[in-house]
């Protein structure tokens, strides 16, 4: 059988692109039942062809579903992100239509917090929980022979004779060395993938450390899960669970000689949560003095720990982003962050004065938030900047979502503001709308304070750092900018911004 995997197109302008490692894992089994798979990926496409996107992305959309279609195939897999569900919608129904001998099966996160419009709206056949590998390989050898045998796999969930679909409780092994590594040559651009991904990570880097043409990064998963249940935030593994740490060296060993791999960017949930183990293997990456470095994502600031941040400085992490969210506690216990304001003002310096260049994610507009709590996030920030380790280019601000699968979404949907999901989920680009009122302050208040607060964070870095007279003179520059904005109509800052592009 063939079995071809999709990585749908998400909503939203943003063209990066990352290589698809979920449907990496999930073609290798395939082959390794016996089976043959291909994985098409429209976000790799769509960053190539971004000349054509901006023509007409409806366009390329239907040319992609076409393109699609015209393959031949026995099952059709698709897995990613809850934005790609209005791509997948139209995909899923068009197949139906013209093959509704095809099994489809989606996976994800895109999969199961979606279960009814799914089960309502489309046509497709099975939704798949957390662990695919584990599924599928399952899946393979029950299809299409003993049909019976899918309702037993424990993770996919078949629609019943009513057509809804039946929860099925996934397994979860706590040992994920049972997991082949991932075969990354399974995809056929791979190395315009690796260039694609090399771009995405230099957007987010300063000049410093940017990196050269010759270096090659790729995704790591070294953990599954989190065990935290933050009331935005949703994870498709439901519980903590690791790889060993030979496991680890053996895989680093393995990318570095098969790709010639120089740098990793850690994709795991919370890849601090266990800070024995994870403190163990960045001392053994260490002492094997592998050459490789480590850009990581995503840490919860209170589990850190000096001697931790010293393991990982030495095991080669060169960049560690926080999600920090507030800087005032109401919030955080809202958001049930089970972290401290003052915890969190430790664990960023630490982090910083150990040599990692250190981002924090900032949340503003939860349910709670007010004047008086986005104060005390701006005193938060401005505290770290006096202290010299944070300054403007280093928070990352955006704007509270919920996505489906989340407590915070169901609070959406109990007030109303919700009439109809998918409607809803078409909107979500997850780049800076704020739809609804879910807090007291309005858009527009949101935006003014975060600009304001990057003009004092600058400020009072450069003072830290004693460039007394740039940090004055930036700060004139800046404030003439901000009121410039205010007070202009949009169609003229924007000729001027196009002036200022044309003359540099
Ligand atoms: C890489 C990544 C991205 C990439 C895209 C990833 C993609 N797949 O398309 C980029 C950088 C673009 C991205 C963007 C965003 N992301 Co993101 N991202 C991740 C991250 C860090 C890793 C995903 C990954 O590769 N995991 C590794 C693979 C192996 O795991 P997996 O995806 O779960 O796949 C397994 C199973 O789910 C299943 N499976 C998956 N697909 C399929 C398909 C089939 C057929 C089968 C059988 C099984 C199967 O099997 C796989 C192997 O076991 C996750 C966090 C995480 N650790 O998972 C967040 C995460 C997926 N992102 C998230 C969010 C919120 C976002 C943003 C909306 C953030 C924002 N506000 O801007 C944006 C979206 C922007 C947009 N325009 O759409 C949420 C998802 C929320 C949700 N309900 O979908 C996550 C879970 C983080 C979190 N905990 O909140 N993200």
């Known amino acids: 059988m063939k079995v071809l995997l999709v990585n749908?197109?998400?909503?939203?302008?943003?063209?990066?692109?990352?290589?698809?490692?979920?449907l990496v894992c999930i073609a290798q089994v395939v082959n390794k039942c016996g089976h043959s798979s291909e994985i098409f990926d429209v976000p790799f496409l769509r960053a190539k062809r971004l000349v054509d996107l901006l023509a007409d992305q409806m366009v390329f959309e239907e040319s992609m579903i076409s393109e699609i279609l015209e393959k031949d195939f026995d099952i059709l897999g698709i897995g990613g992100i809850v934005s790609g569900f209005s791509f997948s919608k139209k995909l899923v129904t068009r197949c139906k239509e013209v093959n509704p001998e095809v099994p489809i099966i989606i996976g994800g996160s895109l999969g199961i917090p979606n279960v009814e419009l799914w089960q309502d709206r489309t046509g497709i056949d099975y939704l798949v929980e957390a662990d695919g590998d584990l599924v599928m390989e399952k899946f393979l050898a029950a299809y299409?022979?003993?049909?019976?045998?899918?309702?037993?796999?424990?993770?996919?969930?078949?629609?019943?004779?009513?057509?809804?679909?039946i929860p099925s409780a996934p397994d979860l092994p706590a040992d994920l060395d049972y997991l082949d590594f991932p075969d990354w040559s399974l995809l056929d651009n791979l190395e315009e993938q690796l260039d694609q991904f090399t771009q995405y990570i230099n957007n987010t880097l300063p000049a410093e450390l940017k990196l050269a043409k010759t270096d090659r990064f790729l995704p790591i998963l070294m953990t599954r899960g989190c065990p935290f249940r933050c009331t935005f935030c949703y994870h498709s593994?439901?519980?903590?669970?690791?790889?060993?740490?030979?496991?680890?060296?053996?895989?680093?060993?393995?990318?570095?000689?098969?790709?010639?791999?120089?740098?990793?960017?850690?994709?795991?949930?919370?890849?601090?949560?266990?800070?024995?183990?994870?403190?163990?293997?960045?001392?053994?990456?260490?002492?094997?003095?592998?050459?490789?470095?480590?850009y990581g994502a995503g840490g919860k600031p209170n589990l850190m720990r000096k001697d931790l941040v010293d393991s990982m400085k030495r095991?080669?992490?060169?960049?560690?982003?926080?999600?920090?969210?507030?800087?005032?506690?109401?919030?955080?216990?809202?958001?049930k962050k089970r972290a401290?304001?003052?915890?969190?003002?430790?664990?960023?310096?630490?982090?910083?004065?150990?040599?990692?260049?250190?981002?924090?994610?900032?949340?503003?507009?939860?349910?709670?938030?007010?004047?008086?709590t986005l104060k005390d996030t701006s005193k938060f920030l401005v505290t770290l900047a006096k202290d010299g380790v944070i300054n403007s280019r280093r928070a990352y601000f955006s704007y509270a979502t919920g996505y489906p699968g989340t407590e915070l979404y169901d609070w959406i949907v109990d007030r109303g503001f919700i009439t109809d999901s998918e409607i809803y989920l078409k909107n979500q680009?997850?780049?800076?709308?704020?739809?609804?009122?879910?807090?007291?302050?309005?858009?527009?208040?949101?935006?003014?304070?975060?600009?304001?607060?990057?003009?004092?964070m600058d400020f009072y870095y450069n003072r830290a750092h004693g460039y007394h007279f740039k940090a004055v003179v930036e700060l004139i520059k800046d404030t003439a900018f901000l009121i410039a904005g205010e007070l202009l109509p949009r169609s003229l800052r924007q000729r001027i911004l196009e002036m200022l592009r044309e003359r540099s």
């Open 237 to 294: 593994s439901p519980t903590f669970r690791k790889h060993s740490i030979d496991y680890v060296i053996r895989f680093l060993k393995h990318v570095k000689v098969k790709y010639g791999i120089t740098h990793l960017a850690t994709w795991d949930d919370l890849i601090i949560t266990h800070r024995k183990w994870f403190a163990e293997l960045c001392d053994e990456i260490a002492k094997q003095d592998l050459g490789l470095t480590f």
């Open 144 to 165: 299409p022979d003993n049909m019976e045998k899918l309702f037993d796999i424990p993770g996919l969930w078949c629609r019943g004779e009513d057509g809804r679909f």
């Open 429 to 456: 680009t997850g780049l800076g709308g704020y739809p609804f009122p879910l807090s007291d302050v309005t858009l527009k208040e949101m935006h003014r304070f975060k600009n304001i607060t990057r003009l004092k």
């Open 340 to 372: 401290t304001v003052e915890d969190n003002l430790e664990a960023v310096r630490m982090t910083a004065r150990a040599g990692i260049y250190t981002m924090l994610n900032m949340m503003l507009g939860m349910p709670g938030e007010n004047k008086s």
């Open 8 to 22: 749908p197109n998400r909503t939203g302008t943003d063209i990066y692109n990352i290589p698809p490692m979920h």
């Open 315 to 335: 095991a080669g992490f060169f960049r560690f982003s926080f999600g920090v969210e507030s800087g005032s506690q109401e919030i955080l216990d809202i958001m």
